[in-house]
């Protein structure tokens, strides 16, 4: 891998990540863009003891152009894009509309290809595992940032789940706080580690799917799988065999096997509405919208949480669709809404032998 670093005409970094060490990157943003001014703030709610960023800049922010005007697309035939070179393997750059900036922390734009009309299960392996290597480096160098305490590196794809931008892409998120979602998980894995004499949850959880019927799919270094308590109709949670706490952990053989797991699990959720118990639809007229997230530890403080430090965190991936049968959408109502008690319609056993069933042959 080869990593080229530059500036975009507003002073944004933007980062290449190519696949060949030869590859030279001196192309120059020729945009006329002014310095981005960003107004987020993060506020915290007394109560619920969470946070919310507040953003109103993003009102702004591009909303689903017409592919010739793809911000996401290289510069090409004289239109200027976000990306100043002619082709690019995976590039990172930092949010033109950020979510957190400054204090708030940092948010980046994570393109997969070039190809606008492709989608991460149409990668190679070889173009994925870069794209693992680029969510690492990410990962390590946002740490480093005063304000940063946990890195969210995610994707969402699909107009149901409220993608603007039609080029295959994700974001990560730098945030200067350990998030809720991550905060319940760590209290709960302090709660069991005092109750149990020392066992890690995470294990015992890993331990215990692995042995039932929700296994999705299984290979040397990874497990995937349907969890008992799922919240949405189709959701798989991967895991490493070794635990780790973050993808800086992955030793070579976990990152190497990573790219032929993931893309089997993404090409198997757009099978699951091809006919079958999803019934009707196809992966052509629609592939399923879904969103991918990477859990990492976070990186400080650990005060709150007695008792368990960044190596007793598991990383692990959660993927999951708001579709539940073909032409049906999961929407959060009343009781996930207001109350965040999920009802989900669809039974965890009956998603995992949906998944199984469209295993690629």
């Known amino acids: 891998m080869k990593k080229t670093s530059t500036r975009l005409a507003d002073g944004r970094e933007l980062i290449y990540y190519d696949l060949r060490d030869d590859t030279v990157r001196d192309a120059v943003d020729r945009r006329p863009l002014e310095r981005t001014v960003t107004t987020s703030e993060i506020r915290h709610d007394m109560l619920l003891g969470d946070a919310v960023a507040v953003a109103s800049h993003r009102q702004g922010r591009t909303y689903h152009p017409p592919a010739d005007e793809c911000p996401l697309c290289p510069s090409r035939d004289g239109r200027l894009s976000e990306i100043p070179d002619s082709s690019y393997d995976v590039v990172v750059f930092e949010n033109r509309f950020p979510s957190l900036a400054g204090d708030s922390g940092r948010c980046e734009v994570v393109c997969f290809t070039s190809d606008h009309d492709a989608s991460f299960a149409d990668l190679t392996e070889e173009q994925a595992g870069l794209v693992l290597e680029a969510w690492t480096d990410r990962t390590a160098e946002l740490s480093h940032l005063p304000s940063v305490q946990q890195v969210f590196c995610f994707e969402n794809r699909g107009a149901e789940i409220g993608v603007t931008l039609g080029h295959p892409h994700g974001q990560i998120y730098a945030y200067p706080f350990t998030t809720p979602r991550t905060a319940l998980m760590?209290?709960?894995?302090?709660?069991?580690?005092?109750?149990?004499?020392?066992?890690?949850?995470?294990?015992?959880?890993?331990?215990?799917?692995?042995?039932?019927?929700?296994?999705?799919?299984?290979?040397?270094?990874?497990?995937?799988?349907?969890?008992?308590?799922?919240?949405?109709?189709?959701?798989?949670?991967?895991?490493?065999?070794?635990?780790?706490?973050?993808?800086?952990?992955?030793?070579?053989?976990?990152?190497?096997?990573?790219?032929?797991?993931?893309?089997?699990?993404?090409?198997?959720?757009?099978?699951?509405?091809?006919?079958?118990?999803?019934?009707?639809?196809?992966?052509?007229?629609?592939?399923?919208?879904?969103?991918?997230?990477?859990?990492?530890?976070?990186?400080?403080?650990?005060?709150?949480?007695?008792?368990?430090?960044?190596?007793?965190?598991?990383?692990?991936?959660?993927?999951?669709?708001?579709?539940?049968?073909?032409?049906?959408?999961?929407?959060?109502?009343?009781?996930?809404?207001?109350?965040?008690?999920?009802i989900n319609d669809v039974p965890p056993e009956a998603a995992a032998r949906r998944l199984r069933e469209v295993a690629s042959t």
């Open 186 to 342: 760590l209290r709960s894995l302090a709660q069991h580690k005092q109750a149990s004499g020392g066992e890690n949850l995470f294990d015992l959880v890993v331990e215990r799917e692995t042995a039932g019927e929700r296994v999705v799919l299984e290979t040397e270094h990874w497990v995937a799988f349907v969890p008992y308590a799922a919240h949405w109709p189709y959701e798989v949670h991967l895991y490493p065999r070794r635990r780790v706490p973050d993808l800086l952990g992955l030793d070579e053989a976990a990152r190497a096997e990573f790219p032929r797991v993931y893309l089997e699990l993404l090409r198997r959720f757009d099978r699951i509405f091809d006919g079958g118990d999803g019934g009707g639809g196809t992966v052509g007229e629609s592939r399923t919208p879904y969103i991918a997230a990477w859990h990492q530890a976070p990186f400080g403080p650990w005060d709150e949480f007695e008792g368990v430090g960044r190596d007793d965190f598991a990383l692990h991936l959660e993927l999951f669709t708001i579709r539940r049968t073909a032409g049906k959408l999961k929407f959060l109502a009343g009781s996930e809404s207001g109350m965040n008690v999920f």
